[in-house]
């Protein structure tokens, strides 16, 4: 299952980061405590660690702080933002990492280029934020609002790709299939819904599981597993 927005381990597993309201606590795989970092000014929302494991993304009021804690004493690095972020994610090669805002927003910022932007619009503060395993396609929800950014000619001055089959009701949580730019969605309403929006806006299939949808992951095997807040738990075998 998708790991709290409060924990955070390194790809390898050696180090997990846990947010303790407004510091962070680095302890490895013995539970020995490796760093604390520095209080941050308000309470941490979100963590994320960057694919090579070297850099700690950190959510809350007022940006991102990204701490670097290869080795030695920790460095950390701020990216401004005059509001809360909610959340975030790395795009796999670490050159852009996105945020959803309190204000209804997913922020990015291009570190490759020390440029960042805004993508407006969403009725309601972003809930999940995902890319493919290709770094090509960020998968944005806000609200009834579920769309694409590409981001091999994009996205800036590009619309998204709106995706439907929803009904609009809110989709709070997805997952990208592994090595494939396949996403899936879980709703409110309890409908699982498969995309591929490089292709079409349309689902590719839908299925119904009786709750609320609270979290979606695929395994290695390409299976996808759903929870439902009355606590069921669902496992799809795709066929090709």
Known sequence: MPTPA????????????????????????????????????????????????????????????????EAGEPAAKDLAWKGSLLQTAWRPNATVIASGTQDGAVHFWRLDRGSDAAMHGFPAKPKAIVWDSRGRVLATSGGGLVCTWDFTTGPEGQRPTILSGHDDVPCDVMAFKPLEATLAGGTRAGRVLLWSPLRSPEPLAGAEVGAEVTALAWSPSELLIVTTRTGTVVAYELSR
């Open 6 to 69: 409060g924990l955070a381990f390194t790809p390898d597993g050696a180090l997990l980061a846990i947010a303790d309201r407004r510091r962070i606590l680095v302890v490895d795989r013995s539970g020995e405590l490796r760093h604390v970092l520095e209080p941050h000014a308000s309470t941490v929302e979100a963590l994320a660690y960057a694919a090579d494991g070297r850099t700690l993304a950190v959510a809350a009021y007022g940006g991102l702080r990204l701490w670097s804690i």
